[in-house]
DNA sequence: CAAAATCATGCACAAAAATGCAAAAACTTG
DNA sequence: CAAGTTTTTGCATTTTTGTGCATGATTTTG
């Protein structure tokens, strides 16, 4: 059995079940616990699921708020305050999800009158508490892990929609690959996206830069603008720089 | 059981109950009182919850001024805890939003398993926290107000669904006048949510029986079920009985 | 204040994880 | 396809983590 059936084999045991144990996966499948572990960390540092002692558990499954709240902090603060100058009344914008876009969520100056299109379920509960921004969400099955709405329809419904931007929350951006991502599904999402978009934003904390996942979602050349924490003329931004989008 | 299995299962039966005994906990799920103690004291640290002698406290719980809102949702407690008595696993549910609606959300057993189906923002990123069950969320234009998703589409795609149950929040019920509304295009979407299920729940608080709005939904013939906080053979539920429907 | 319940602490033991290392398997590349 | 390189895997050893139990301290309660 090779590495890569082995962990989706893994990934799917532990969609369906919410919970596996090292010893019962090593047992079915013939192989030490050391390389379950292996796996498992592994497959834990790409955020497929959460490593817990012992064994994994679905990432759909709810707890350390806490360790959200530590994680997001000032980083992501900087970013969405960046991000707002972009938006003016009337855009139509569409957003992803993850925590650096629900951050943007949170911020958004109350006097903003605007229409937000997301396939995500915890940013468009965000935008609803707004008091005038207009929400749409595309699609109607809601993955349990990413908590958007992935499929068929939620794809054609966004390739029917022209914005004036595509906030973009990214998990992995390098300069040679460009935007990947691990989710298959998601990327199919994100990808039809970036074709409905008249400006592509991707927004990301500093740690993602020069790191790639295992799927493309675009290259460099469709993103028009890249938001980072830190300050546009940081060092670790150059080689961005260089491929002439705008560095914020 | 995982340790962060226990923990989440904690964290839900304290949110849930607005307080735990060290002792329950223990027995509920086979560990020694150390184990919970040390969980506890672990997740006071992470402010997850408020550690005292012999248990503890939800963060809400102390957060708000507990009396009167602990006091107003009772109501909707009870309501949610009989609603569950017919909840089977394997069902498809159509929900539509309401505060009865999300206290029932809340309530759902960590071990069901089903597929929940609605329109309401906020109902649908209640039963996304949820360990198992499966969400689809109708419609894609969202109305501020009433926070669900109205309008043809919405009401095509419910039209599609056979539903085993539909759980209904509702405004005002009347004997004679049967189930009405204030919001012409939330009727819409609960008329097409009747047609599509093969059973028919209405919760309610007391408070809301015996008035009418100007919009009515459906007559008390397309009920099969009513759920208030009271006891089925309070008199006010008199008439409703007589109706021939089932009363809890 | 005294009995009962609850807690903190140290200890023992088992399970799981990290680490270093060598063998095996999988891939490059000429 | 064969030799060399890299990746993957299993094993032995050490460390860490999770759990229960005993003991004595502390808190609660009647």
Not at 57 to 69: A, I, V
Not at 107 to 113: A, D, H, R
Not at 159 to 187: H, M, P, Q, Y
Request: charged fraction near 25%; aromatic fraction near 4%; include cysteine.
């Amino acid at each position: 059995m090779l590495k890569r059936e082995r962990q989706s084999f893994i990934l799917r045991e532990v969609n369906l079940h919410n919970r596996v144990l090292s010893v019962d996966l090593s047992q079915k499948m013939g192989v030490s616990e050391d390389t379950i572990r292996r796996d498992l960390n592994e497959m834990a540092k790409n955020h497929q699921l959460i490593k817990v002692h012992g064994g994994a558990l679905s990432k759909s499954f709810h707890l350390s708020d806490s360790e959200n709240l530590v994680y997001a902090s000032s980083g992501k603060k900087t970013i969405a305050h960046k991000a707002l100058s972009l938006i003016k009344n009337g855009m139509f914008i569409l957003t992803t999800g993850g925590t650096t876009i629900i951050e943007l969520a949170k911020s958004l100056p109350p006097e903003l009158n605007a229409t937000f299109i997301t396939p995500s379920l915890p940013a468009a509960y965000e935008y609803i508490h707004h008091p005038y921004i207009d929400v749409i969400f595309t699609g109607d099955r809601i993955s349990k892990s990413s908590k958007i709405a992935i499929g068929a329809e939620t794809v054609a419904k966004i390739k029917d929609i022209r914005a004036d931007l595509c906030f973009l929350g990214i998990n992995a951006i390098d300069a040679d690959v460009g935007i990947t991502d691990n989710d298959w599904e998601v990327v199919q999402v994100k990808k039809a996206m970036i074709g409905s978009a008249r400006q592509v934003v991707a927004l990301t904390i500093s740690e993602k830069l020069n790191s790639s996942q295992k799927i493309r979602v675009c290259g460099l050349d469709k993103v028009n603008v890249l938001i980072t924490e830190l300050d546009p003329g940081d060092t670790q931004l150059e080689p961005y720089r260089k491929t002439g989008m705008t560095v914020l």
